[in-house]
């Protein structure tokens, strides 16, 4: 829209003593006479705007006039850019009016957006299947856009909780759980924000390694991530109607085969190891049976006789003795014995 674009062009005037119809018009993305025409109707609507023609001439605010569209603060323009930042399903409308934002921002708060925006990435694929609450959040993403070097405190499920002392470099977003991308004493690392108990700055200046490129390492930490997620394979067959669950219950590592004659489906499943798949498929019973590796028919075998152990006695006591009150009544001896039922269908069939 026209609007649109007169607002991008005074925010770009904003940011330059002189500008050319040549250079507005790269920046719109539109041709070089839209880009005059534009001018033209900033000058006609009141806004103090001239041109100056020859060499080095071009067009400027009157007095280097400003006009603050954002009425933003600091803090306000950083969580922005933090939200909107270099987000893999951010649109090209989108990046670009970001582009333009920094752009028109006063030179104070112009590198804190920039690096707010370079802070963070977003990552559709589910590793873990659930959300979980983030109360470090704050704290990690004011140490990215301020560059500051923290200790953290790190608790990993069945461990005990440690500290290190971590450069940060971006917060990812996947699939609804966030990730701080941190250089350490052993290289990048992602530590998950939902496990990070504590956060202290150091008072040192985090380090940024040379070239570093919060997209091109999360991609490459991304890929070494999910090759530990599907490190094993399983294979087993499944009955009919377990196909949806079998999605939830894997995250989608799973595959299917063709469907026998009796609806069991062959499937192949990708986990960290045999015993990881073969718990997570524990709650099916006797809807999925797993044919190998043999350490995932051992881990089911074992699940299975631990739960036995646990609930089966109880089932049993439970259970009325022949003798209860709810016992099948005894059957009153005939005189006749029992024929059996071919026997009888024997006798009742006439002979030829």
């Known amino acids: 829209m026209r609007a649109d674009r007169l607002v991008a062009a005074l925010l770009f005037l904003q940011t330059r003593q002189r500008v050319t119809a040549a250079e507005l018009a790269a920046e719109l993305e539109v041709s070089e006479r839209t880009a005059r025409r534009d001018l033209e109707a900033l000058a006609s609507s009141g806004i103090p ?18 006009t603050d569209l954002t009425g933003l603060t ?3 323009i ?3 850019f933090l939200l909107t930042g270099p987000d893999a399903e951010a649109s090209p409308q989108t990046r670009t009016a970001l582009r333009k934002l920094v752009r028109a921002l006063p030179a104070p708060l112009r590198e804190g957006a920039e690096a707010a925006a370079r802070a963070g990435i977003s990552d559709g694929t589910d590793w873990s299947g659930a959300g ?3 109360p470090r959040l704050g704290p990690l993403q004011r140490a990215v856009v301020e560059s500051r070097e923290v200790r953290i405190g790190y608790a990993r499920p069945g461990r005990e909780p440690s500290e290190r002392t971590v450069h940060p470099l971006g917060i990812a977003a996947k699939a609804g759980v966030r990730y701080l991308v941190a250089d350490t004493a052993h290289g990048l690392r992602t530590f998950r924000v939902g496990r ?3 956060v202290t700055e150091t008072g040192a200046p985090a380090v940024r390694p040379e070239g570093f490129d919060l997209a091109t390492a999360w991609r490459a930490l991304a890929a070494r991530m999910e090759d530990r997620l599907i490190a094993a394979t399983v294979r087993g067959r499944a009955a009919p109607g377990t196909e949806q669950v079998l999605e939830g219950l894997l995250n989608g ?6 469907r026998a004659p009796d609806g069991w ?8 190891s045999p015993e990881v798949i073969a718990a997570r498929l524990a709650g099916l019973g006797a809807r999925v049976e797993l044919l190998s590796p043999p350490e995932a028919r051992t881990a089911l075998a074992r699940i299975g006789a631990e739960l036995t152990a646990m609930y089966g006695r109880e089932e049993a006591e439970e259970r009325p003795g022949p003798t209860g009150p709810q016992a099948p009544p005894t059957a009153t001896p005939s005189a006749t014995p029992a024929t059996p039922p071919r026997a009888r269908a024997s006798a009742a069939t006439p002979r030829a």
């Open 253 to 258: 590592r799973v595959r299917y085969g063709e």
């Open 49 to 66: 705007v001239y041109s100056q023609a020859g060499q080095g001439g071009g067009w400027s605010l009157v007095g280097g006039a400003r």
């Open 196 to 198: 990070v108990t504590s």
């Open 132 to 134: 979980t609450e983030e």
């Open 78 to 80: 950083r969580e922005l």
């Open 74 to 76: 600091a803090p306000e």
């Open 265 to 272: 489906i062959p499937i192949e499943a990708d986990g960290p």
